[in-house]
């Protein structure tokens, strides 16, 4: 459980996040105690059944199984396997000291998310005759990707920035794909109107799709390579 004072807030909230794993409380500046305790008390079944539903943790282990590209893998670690990890199939076999297992294996997932990522992006900017600086990979939990756009003044010279989470390459690529048309659009709109939805269903008709396979299943994504 995680309680926030927040300047901003008038009132108390109470949230159950399945992407964290954690009930999440804020609070005004000051006071609300009772009113936290009253709520707990009044929705103890909810957050029961909320965390029941939560996903379960995969952690970077011998024998683990995580999506790539939607598939189930096998992790294979064996101390005198190569140390760089190797997708043979659907088993990805790493190697060197157990300790390092977990840290391997997430980099190796983050240079591939790049790796896919990053050219599909360019090529996307690239037909919309778009100035794009810099692709990234990082670990956001509230968003799947994030566009700042050149003309918010910050990268005048060298165009957008874009920056995804490296999940993604846990998902299907058409998933995948779907964020990229999305920050891509950005791009060009750089808000949600009827032009930028336009365009984002005319580089991607499956846009909608996605989002419903995020909305159920991206949860789970933001489990693997946890311990609990
Ligand atoms: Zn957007």
Request: net charge positive.
């Amino acid at each position: 459980m995680v309680a926030t004072r927040r300047p901003a807030a008038r009132g108390v909230r109470l949230r159950a996040s399945a992407v964290n794993g954690r009930i999440e409380i804020s609070l005004p500046p000051r006071g609300g105690e009772e009113i936290v305790a009253a709520l707990l008390k009044a929705h103890h079944t909810w957050l029961e059944a909320q965390v029941a539903s939560w996903p379960r943790a995969i952690p970077f282990a011998p024998d683990a199984r995580l999506p790539i590209d939607g598939l189930p893998v096998r992790i294979d670690w064996q101390p005198d396997h190569p140390r760089m990890p190797m997708l043979v199939g659907d088993v990805l076999r790493v190697g060197g000291p157990l300790s390092l297992l977990p840290g391997r294996t997430e980099r190796w997932l983050k240079a591939r998310a790049l790796a896919d990522l990053e050219p599909a992006t360019r090529r996307l900017a690239e037909n919309l005759g778009q100035p794009l600086a810099r692709v990234s990979v990082g670990d956001a939990s509230s968003r799947w990707g994030s566009c700042a756009s050149a003309r918010s003044g910050v990268n005048d010279a060298e165009g957008a920035r874009i920056a995804y989470s490296w999940r993604l390459i846990m998902a299907p690529d058409w998933v995948r794909y779907a964020i990229v048309a999305h920050e891509a659009a950005h791009l060009v709109h750089q808000d949600h109107s009827p032009a930028f939805h336009a365009l984002n269903r005319q580089l991607d008709p499956r846009a909608g799709e996605a989002r419903r396979w995020l909305a159920r299943y991206g949860a789970a994504l933001h489990w693997v390579g946890r311990q609990s």
